[in-house]
């Protein structure tokens, strides 16, 4: 009897935590829709701030669970500063948002609905951001954008396809074993992992995951072109590269364990190992991207 009646009150609390959290969650889209999506609508043109989806996505990458993103959301929503962006593009762009004089109080609420939300991709905000950079002439900014658009807008049968374990992507071009073709199915595998996770999506993430782990080698040539262009440097090279390797290994692992909070610390710990990798090699690699 004392255990049915200690089950009756496990459910009973379980009960009351559910519909608490639904009705912070609609506090919180409520908030929202009155003090953020005036200028966050990605509809809008020219964009006033940056969409929710990209927000949400930079936010999860920066932080390890739900209470550290409210943290940094708060903090910054109440007193915001460029020191404090996460999203440094936007803050060039459209400047630093201005201090709202909103209640803390509130601004965690709306940071935990930011979390929890399901955010559509905001696919018009990119195309007519690729649309006025290339009528700009700043083609990097044009192609950024419109690959993001290519990637999670586009409708068209020619768009490429995410490499899964023991598949190749048949839309590449390059010659095979190149390091261009390599770094384009790396790209999309990379891609791959950040939608999943935003789609908490674990299956998905450790597929990926598991593509860039295992990604294709160099052909011999290649190489060889590597070792000429870097010499003493190879080593280093890779270093980073079996780094890389590694943590996209913990991704996987994590994401077949349901362990979302690692795999989103260990995302954000790959992303920064490979612009790591980037900024190092960019320079001596580039000459031999064919």
Known sequence: MKKIIMISMALGLMSNQAQAESTDFEAGKA????????????????????????????????????????????????NPTVEKAILKEPVKVLGVMPNMGFEES?????????????????????????????????????????????????????????KHAGMRNTSITAEEGSLKAIMQ????????????????????????????????EPSLGT???????????????????????????DIEKAAKANDMKTVIAKQSQMLSACMACHTSFRSRVISILH
């Open 185 to 216: 199915q790396l790209g999309m595998d990379y891609a791959a992992v950040d939608e999943a996770i935003l789609k908490e999506d674990l299956d998905a993430v450790a597929v990926a995951a598991h593509g860039i782990a295992f990604h294709d």
């Open 31 to 78: 908030l929202f829709q009155q003090n953020c999506f005036m200028c966050h609508n990605a509809e809008l043109e020219p964009a006033q701030a940056p969409p929710m989806f990209v927000v949400q996505m930079k936010y999860k990458m920066a932080t390890a669970d739900k209470t550290e993103f409210v943290k940094k959301i708060t903090s910054f929503a109440t």
């Open 223 to 249: 190489k060889m072109k590597l070792m000429g262009s870097l010499r003493s440097e190879m080593k280093g090279f890779k270093a980073k590269d079996e780094k890389v390797h590694h943590l996209a290994l």
């Open 106 to 162: 509130d601004v965690r609420k709306i940071a935990a609905y930011i979390h929890d939300e399901t955010f559509s991709p905001p696919c018009n905000h990119w195309k007519h951001a690729a649309d006025r950079f290339k009528a700009e002439g700043k083609m990097k900014l044009y192609q950024k954008h419109q690959k993001k658009y290519d990637a999670m807008c586009s409708t068209s049968v020619d768009k490429p396809k995410v």
